[in-house]
């Protein structure tokens, strides 16, 4: 069932669901995981993709990192939290919660991000 959170819950098809997180953050899950949910400080191993302006730029296969909000992008830490092995979801990051008004590699100033990711492990402290 896919449900959308927002002010309410709206039941609207199946098998997965989205959830608006604070300040503009859009989360659609595609597949639940179980165990440890991420929290800050946990060492965590996942997949990702990124695009921006609808070309992709990054694809990262395997990456280790420490979920600490002083060393990503807020909107990229926030949509991690509460995330769990083997889940699978789509977070689309608003311009301000990422690189803002600065152009950043191939990312072009006032981007939003969208993220495929899928959490491989989550290790508490």
């Given at each position: 069932m896919k449900?959308?959170?927002?002010v309410?819950?709206?039941?609207?098809?199946?098998?997965s669901?989205?959830e608006?997180?604070?300040?503009?953050?859009?989360?659609?899950?595609?597949?639940?995981?179980?165990?440890?949910?991420?929290?800050?400080?946990?060492?965590?191993?996942?997949?990702?993709?990124m695009?921006?302006?609808?070309?992709?730029?990054?694809?990262?296969?395997?990456?280790?990192?420490?979920?600490?909000?002083?060393?990503?992008?807020?909107?990229?830490?926030?949509?991690?939290?509460?995330?769990?092995?083997?889940?699978?979801?789509?977070?689309k990051?608003?311009?301000?919660?990422g690189y803002g008004?600065r152009?950043?590699?191939?990312?072009?100033?006032?981007?939003?991000?969208k993220?495929?990711?899928?959490?491989?492990?989550?290790?508490?402290?």
């Amino acid at each position: 069932m896919k449900i959308i959170f927002c002010v309410g819950l709206i039941f609207l098809g199946a098998f997965s669901f989205a959830e608006t997180l604070p300040q503009d953050i859009q989360k659609e899950i595609l597949q639940s995981g179980t165990g440890v949910a991420a929290n800050s400080g946990n060492r965590i191993k996942v997949n990702y993709k990124m695009w921006a302006a609808d070309a992709l730029i990054e694809n990262q296969k395997d990456l280790w990192f420490t979920l600490d909000e002083k060393k990503l992008i807020s909107g990229f830490y926030q949509g991690l939290l509460g995330a769990t092995k083997g889940t699978r979801f789509i977070l689309k990051v608003p311009s301000h919660l990422g690189y803002g008004a600065r152009a950043e590699g191939d990312i072009p100033a006032n981007s939003t991000l969208k993220y495929e990711i899928e959490v491989l492990e989550v290790f508490g402290n």
